[in-house]
């Protein structure tokens, strides 16, 4: 393996983790956060720095060895994971990929004005999953092979507005809100009580020590249907995924991109939010988010990825500086960028972010 390109050691510590999102107090050292780091991203970390390369390519698991070894280089304290084999049908769409490290396959997006299902007839043949057979092997893995200094964060549930949004298409669900009000009700049914089954599958493990809904729920300006329709038709799917993991001892999160502002007392008063994930600087600068209403709710990430992509080493340094001194104290967050490691943001922006939260209160 190559000599590491961070100053300071920083060891696994989940413990220490999952009580800086509780808000128990300033954290010994600043803990990091990614909702995901793109494939693209991995590989290029795995080879510049050799990491995995001590494992066997033919282990059925070495996928997952290679993920904690990663994970545990980066300095993360936790690996994420949910259930094996569930499978839903969207409409994607694909353009080429021109970041520079690109994929092959290009970057995939979906189609947001016709989903698989805009009427009846289309929602009752769809292939719904049959929950009953998807499985838990890797969470039953981890289980047994986790390091005891990391934990695993439990997701594959909670996307209420994404797959309203994507199994109808943007378009259609906005028109159907009007006048196939009824349709996206059963819809609504049907997604609720598949994000619990899986909640319930994920929260058998004792490895899982976070849970997280992943449901990008808005915009620039605003959420992407009313904050009426988004009380009836997404925010009592969070609550009840949230008091599942509650009644289970796990904090709650949720990433989300888009302007929450009009939901965030729903979110933190009636879900139950434990911390929220997705800050972008044009809708809401995570230092501010913190003087605001850190002391209900944990921040997670925040460094802008437009931000990360234009700026040089020393203004990431600074700026991750700036962060920690107003998001630090009293815990309540970990360090990350706005969204996730995108393929487009330069590797060593990233790396530098990393070593300067290292660094912080070494």
Not at 106 to 134: K, M, N, Q
Not at 314 to 337: E, F, I, K, M, S
């Amino acid at each position: 393996m190559v000599a590491s390109p961070f100053a300071v050691a920083c060891p696994p510590d989940a413990e220490a983790f999952v009580n800086c999102i509780r808000r128990r107090g300033t954290p010994h050292r600043v803990h990091h956060y990614e909702l995901c780091l793109d494939g693209e991203v991995q590989t290029a970390l795995a080879e510049r720095f050799g990491i995995g390369d001590h494992l066997d390519p033919g282990d059925p698991w070495y996928a997952l060895r290679r993920q904690i070894a990663l994970q545990r280089f980066l300095g993360y304290d936790y690996v994420s994971a949910g259930v094996d084999g569930l499978v839903m049908p969207f409409n994607w769409r694909a353009t080429a990929d021109t970041a520079a490290l690109g994929r092959s396959g290009g970057r995939s997006y979906l189609d947001e004005h016709r989903g698989p299902i805009t009427c009846w007839r289309e929602f009752e043949s769809y292939p719904w999953p049959d929950i009953d057979a998807v499985r838990t092997d890797s969470l039953a893995w981890l289980d047994r092979h986790l390091p005891d200094d990391m934990c695993v964060i439990g997701w594959g549930f909670g996307h209420f507005c994404e797959h309203l949004t994507w199994l109808m298409g943007y378009e259609t669900l906005c028109l159907a809100l009007y006048d196939q009000r009824d349709l996206v009700r059963a819809l609504y049914a049907r997604i609720l009580d598949q994000s619990l089954r899986v909640a319930r599958l994920v929260l058998q493990f004792r490895c899982v020590r976070l849970m997280l809904g992943s449901d990008d729920m808005g915009f620039r300006s605003g959420p992407l249907i009313s904050p009426t329709d988004m009380r009836e038709f997404v925010l009592p799917g969070h609550r009840a995924v949230a008091a599942l993991a509650h009644e289970a001892g796990r904090p709650y999160l949720l990433h989300s991109c888009g302007n929450l502002a009009t939901l965030l007392d729903d979110l933190i008063d009636e879900v139950g939010l434990d911390a929220k994930h997705s800050f972008e600087d044009t809708i809401e600068d995570v230092r501010r988010a913190k003087r605001e209403y850190g002391h209900r709710l944990s921040l997670l990430g925040g460094l802008d990825l437009d931000f990360l992509c234009r700026a040089d080493a020393a203004q990431v340094r600074q700026r991750v500086r700036d962060t920690l001194a107003v998001c630090q104290p009293g815990g309540g967050y970990a360090l990350g960028t706005g969204n996730s490691v995108a393929n487009y943001i330069p590797l060593d922006n990233y790396l530098v972010m990393l070593d300067e939260g290292r660094r912080f209160m070494a």
